[in-house]
């Protein structure tokens, strides 16, 4: 078993985004990577999620500690994330080949992979990276070199991790209603505050938001952001407790707390009035993160639904040649694939936005929550399913099953649940007209495709303009209108978005390869009808393994897809 050989989305996005020495190295370190997560890292996690992390607040002589003992499983997982592979690193520094940090879209896809052994770890490895992200762009060079250092250090005698705490008792969305307070003493910051949702407590490095003397009342601009080292200059603990660790219903493995800030020494970081402004680089690389990680939450979980009934025989023959079952696997197989098709894309766009392409950081700004939206959300749903393919079975604690169900649902609620995170999508329409920013930019994508992608690519470029003339009318309606509204329409531009990609993706691999397999699946997706559903299901196989498809097949399913969804339009 190796998770990377067996993805045929991960090849698909491998092919179309990275060339010459980027692919062979990509290559090399995800075939390294999935062989690893498939055997080691899947029983270590198994382990870890059944031996959840303990707090010990004080030691044998009643002094207080805070330490969190971990599990042996967890600490050899987190030894594999932060060191040998270097997920926390991959974009600061040069590593498995790069003589510098290597693009975004290699960080990203090895999580993809990690992910699909091991989800809790994976949260505070994001927050590592974002936390270097975030002092590197925003901090003194000066005061902070040596935490940013740290943090993307791939030595375990050096290497730091990163935590934001964000989250209070009273304020969790509306973080205008922050209460923890940064006093300056002897010229020195000291936070004092109550955060109530603090994942990777005792994190080496915290990125957290604070009030400040002076700052507008009632407003995020009141808000600053600061830096915490959980160990002083003096080697001393600095000033806050642990008060307990959250039982939760996923994400066992990694644990988050309750923490009380009682005159914590802190850094600050940037402007004061831009802290939530800062804070919120922060939150959008972990949207980001969050979207990747219910991508793989989704392969992982339809490849052992694939998997098992391959091998299960009902009615005296396996249960994948069930037609039923077929159906089932293929939407699944579809759901999967389009995911990945949007996290790759949009970490190309990140790519570009921080090499100071305007477009892109417009692009990247609205992609990112629309991504966590809808694919954080159908994580739920596809690894439902996929547990329920397996029967009684599914439901038990010893199969990975119910522990992905379990990790699914987290995706959606923390960096903004799905309302918090469609509002986000409405700020970008009403600020800079996003919905118009999207489908020029999807438009052009279908205009460069081959003759191949003919009747694709009209229904989509018609789907674009029906998208903008829905987009203005929900702006130029009432703001409660807009609200109830947004959700349904931010679903819509992200299926649009990945149906779109899926096209994009089939007609590189026909322009270089000479295999339809992809053009198949983007119809697939494009179209449910029973008439397309049937063309595909006779080539299931080559959906879940990602074998060839010929051409004739290919188009038929095309032209088949073409005047159902121009008849329903």
Request: with cysteine.
């Amino acid at each position: 078993m190796n998770y990377a050989r067996r993805d045929p989305a991960l090849h698909a996005v491998v092919r179309r985004w990275t060339d010459g020495d980027d692919r062979v190295k990509l290559d090399a370190l995800l075939d390294t990577l999935g062989e690893d997560a498939a055997g080691r890292l899947d029983a270590l996690a198994a382990v870890a999620d059944k031996n959840p992390p303990v707090l010990r607040q004080f030691d044998r002589d009643g002094i207080r500690v805070d330490d969190i003992d971990y599990h042996p499983a967890y600490l050899e997982l987190c030894d594999a994330a932060y060191s040998r592979y270097g997920l926390s690193a991959l974009s600061h520094r040069g590593l498995h080949g790069w003589d510098a940090a290597p693009p975004h879209l290699v960080k990203y896809l090895a999580s993809y992979v990690f992910v699909q052994a091991e989800f809790g770890l994976a949260c505070p490895v994001s927050m590592t990276d974002a936390a270097a992200r975030v002092l590197k762009l925003f901090g003194d060079p000066d005061v902070f070199d040596r935490w940013i250092d740290g943090l993307t250090s791939t030595d375990p005698a050096t290497s730091m991790t990163g935590a934001m705490f964000m989250t209070e008792p009273q304020a969790g969305t509306d973080i205008a209603m922050t209460e923890t307070v940064a006093e300056s003493r002897n010229g020195e910051w000291r936070l004092t505050g109550k955060k109530w949702f603090a994942s990777n407590p005792d994190a080496d490095v915290i990125v957290t938001l604070a009030r400040f003397p002076g700052g507008e009342d009632g407003s995020t601009r009141g808000v600053g952001m600061f830096m915490v080292p959980k160990t002083l200059a003096d080697g001393t603990r600095n000033s806050y407790t642990i008060d307990r660790l959250k039982d939760k219903m996923g994400t066992r493995s990694m644990p988050s707390g309750e923490v009380t800030l009682a005159g914590a020494f802190a850094l600050q970081v940037g402007q004061l009035d831009r802290g939530f402004l800062q804070m919120a680089e922060m939150v959008n690389t972990s949207r980001l993160s969050n979207a990747m990680r219910a991508s793989a939450l989704m392969r992982r979980s339809v490849r052992d639904a694939v998997d098992h009934t391959r091998q299960r025989i009902v009615f005296g023959k396996p249960l994948f040649e069930h037609s039923l079952m077929r159906a089932t696997l293929l939407e699944l197989c579809l759901e999967s694939e389009a995911s990945l098709a949007m996290v790759g894309y949009s970490a190309q766009c990140l790519q570009s936005a921080d090499g100071g392409d305007p477009a892109a950081k417009q692009l990247i700004r609205v992609l990112t929550p629309l991504a966590k939206h809808f694919i954080c959300k159908k994580a739920r749903v596809v690894t439902g399913e996929a547990m329920e393919v397996r029967g009684g079975n599914g439901y038990i604690e010893e199969w990975a099953h119910a522990r992905l169900v379990r990790d699914s649902h987290l995706g959606s609620i923390w960096e903004g649940s799905s309302n918090v995170i469609a509002l986000d999508v409405l700020r970008c329409l009403r600020k800079f007209d996003a919905h118009r920013h999207i489908a020029a930019a999807m438009t052009s994508m279908l205009t460069d495709l081959g003759s191949e992608c003919a009747d694709g690519r009209a229904v989509l470029v018609d789907a674009w303009e029906q998208l903008v003339e829905r987009g203005d009318r929900l702006l130029a309606g009432s703001n409660d209108a807009a609200e109830a509204g947004c959700a349904r329409y931010a679903n819509a531009l992200a299926q649009t978005i990945m149906q779109t990609l899926l096209f994009d993706l089939a007609d590189h691999s026909i322009t270089t390869t000479g295999d339809y397999r992809g053009l198949l699946v983007a119809n697939a997706y494009l179209d449910r009808s029973d008439d397309v559903s049937a063309e595909a299901l006779r080539h299931l196989e080559a959906v879940a393994d990602g074998t060839s498809v010929d051409r004739e097949s290919a188009l038929h399913v095309s032209s088949l897809a073409a005047s159902t969804v121009g008849a329903l339009r």
